[in-house]
C-alpha cells in the first residue's frame, strides 16, 4: 500500500513524540542518579561503576584470612574473617547500620536527604556506622553511649557530625540507660510538631534488621570463603546479631558445625549458655564495679538476653569465658607474631578460637571474626596491653596460662 504525504508526516511526528518521551525520562532518571547519566554512553568497564557508587559499596565482601601464628601453635587452621575492613564505619556494625537504615527507607520510616534523625544507644561501634551512612544518605545521627567508653570513639563521632550524649553507666531498667535515651529521644521527636523531619530509633540490640545482615551476608561470605568447610565458629555477642546470624546459615548448610559464644569477664551469657542462667561471679553484691559489664573489652558481653541473641540461643554449642588478662595478652600475640592490631573484642574472640581449636585436636578448621582496630582502643584497652617491642619474645604457654 502507497504512503502519501499524511502517513510520512503522522510517522514523523510519532517519531519526534517518543524521541521527546525518551529524553524526558533520561533526564529525570539522572537527577535521581547522575552518574548513571554519566556511564550511559561509557565503555563496559566503565558501566560496571555503577554498582560501586558511594561508601556504602564498600561494605560486606571482606577477606577470611589464615592467622598463621595461632594456626602453627594449635595445629588446625584458625581463620579469621577482617570485619574491621568493611570500608564505612570498619567494623561488622557496617553491615548492621546499613540493613536498618535500608529496611526504614523500604518502610517509609526515613527519607534520603531530608531533616529525618537516626537516634542509637551504642558503645561507639554502630553509632560509627549509623553516623558514617547517615553523612551518606543525608541523615542527621543522635548518638547515646555509656562514658566509660574510649573517647577515641565519642571523638569520631563527633567528627563525623553526630550529636553525642555521653551518659553515666546504668542498668537497662533505668530509663538513663543510654539504648532507654536514645529510645525516649525518639519518641520525644516523633511527638514535637515543631521539630523538623522524624525520628527513628535504630534499636540494634532488638530488631530483626541486625541478625538478618548477617544471615544474608557475612555467614554466606565465610561458607563461600571457606570452600564450603568450618568445623567452628567462635564470636562474642554485644548484642547477639553476628552470632545468631552466621550461626543460622552455617548451621542450615553443615549440620555439625560447632557454635561457641566467646565471652568476657563480667558477661551472664556464659552461665547463660553453660547452666541456663543469666548470672556472673562478678554480681556479688559489693564486686560490681559497673553498671553494664565488668570487663576492660568493649563491644561483646551482656547481661541480658536480648532478641537478637535468643532468635539463635539453640544453637549455641559452647561457650569460651576470656579473662581481662587472657584478651591483653592475645592483643599483644596477634601484633608481635602476626602484625594483627586490633580491639579487645577481637582478642577475646581469638583466644576462645585457640581453645576451642585444642578442644576439637589437630586438623580443624575454626573460623572467628576480628571486629575492629585497635586504633579505637588506644586510650584505654591498649594503654593497659602496653607497647610492643622490637622482639616477638612470647611463647604459646604464656599466651594460654600467663
Known amino acids: 500500500m502507497p504512503y502519501d504525504t499524511r502517513h510520512v508526516a503522522a ?23 547522575p552518574l548513571s547519566n554519566q556511564l550511559i554512553n561509557r565503555p563496559k568497564e566503565d558501566k560496571d561503576l555503577i554498582d560501586r557508587v558511594g561508601i556504602e559499596s564498600t561494605i560486606g565482601n571482606t577477606p577470611l584470612i589464615v592467622i598463621k601464628s595461632l594456626s602453627e601453635a594449635t595445629n588446625c587452621t584458625i581463620l579469621a574473617k577482617c570485619e574491621f575492613l568493611n570500608g564505612a564505619g570498619n567494623s561488622p556494625k557496617d553491615r548492621v547500620a546499613q540493613s536498618i537504615i535500608s529496611k526504614a527507607e523500604a518502610a517509609d520510616l526515613l527519607t534520603p536527604y531530608s531533616d529525618d534523625t537516626i537516634y542509637e ?11 558514617t551512612l547517615c553523612r551518606a544518605r543525608g541523615y542527621k545521627a543522635h548518638i547515646c553511649m555509656p562514658s566509660d567508653q574510649a573517647m577515641e570513639k565519642s571523638d569520631l563521632l563527633l567528627k563525623l557530625g553526630a550529636v553525642v550524649e555521653r551518659v553515666t553507666p546504668a542498668p537497662i531498667v533505668d530509663q538513663q540507660h543510654f539504648v532507654n535515651r536514645a529510645r525516649n529521644l525518639a519518641a520525644a521527636h516523633m511527638m514535637d510538631l515543631e521539630k523538623p523531619g522524624r525520628g527513628v530509633f535504630a534499636d540494634q540490640f532488638e530488631t530483626e534488621a541486625n541478625w538478618r545482615a548477617h544471615f544474608e551476608g557475612t555467614g554466606p561470605e565465610i561458607y563461600e570463603q571457606a570452600h564450603e568447610r568450618v568445623d567452628a565458629f567462635v564470636a562474642g555477642a554485644g548484642t547477639g546479631g553476628t552470632l545468631s546470624g552466621v550461626s543460622m546459615y552455617l548451621r542450615q548448610k553443615l549440620p555439625d558445625v560447632q557454635i561457641v559464644l566467646a565471652d568476657p569477664q563480667g558477661s551472664g551469657l556464659y552461665n547463660k549458655v553453660k547452666h541456663g542462667v543469666m ?18 573489652v568493649e563491644g561483646i558481653g551482656l547481661t541480658r538476653a536480648t532478641r537478637n541473641f535468643m532468635v539463635g540461643e539453640g544453637l ?22 602476626d602484625g594483627i592490631f586490633v580491639g579487645s573484642s577481637s582478642s577475646v574472640n581469638c583466644m576462645a578460637a585457640v581453645r576451642t581449636a585444642l578442644r576439637l585436636g589437630p586438623g580443624h578448621r575454626v573460623v572467628t571474626v576480628l571486629c575492629d582496630s585497635g586504633m579505637r582502643h588506644l586510650s584505654k584497652f591498649w594503654k593497659q596491653v602496653g607497647d610492643i617491642g622490637g622482639e616477638s619474645n612470647m611463647m604459646f604457654e604464656q599466651l594460654l596460662n600467663g
Do not use: P
Open 121 to 131: 544507644g551504642t558503645v561507639g561501634s554502630t553509632g560509627i556506622s549509623l553516623a
Open 316 to 337: 549455641i554449642d559452647d561457650a569460651v569465658k576470656v579473662s581481662d588478662n587472657e584478651a591483653r595478652r592475645m592483643a599483644r600475640w596477634l601484633c608481635e607474631k
Open 11 to 33: 510517522a514523523f511526528i510519532g517519531g519526534m513524540a517518543v524521541t521527546y518521551a525518551i529524553t524526558e525520562l533520561t533526564k529525570h532518571l539522572s537527577i535521581l542518579n
Open 279 to 296: 548470672f556472673h561471679g562478678l554480681e556479688r553484691e559489693g564486686t560490681r564495679r559497673r553498671q553494664q559489664v565488668d570487663t576492660v
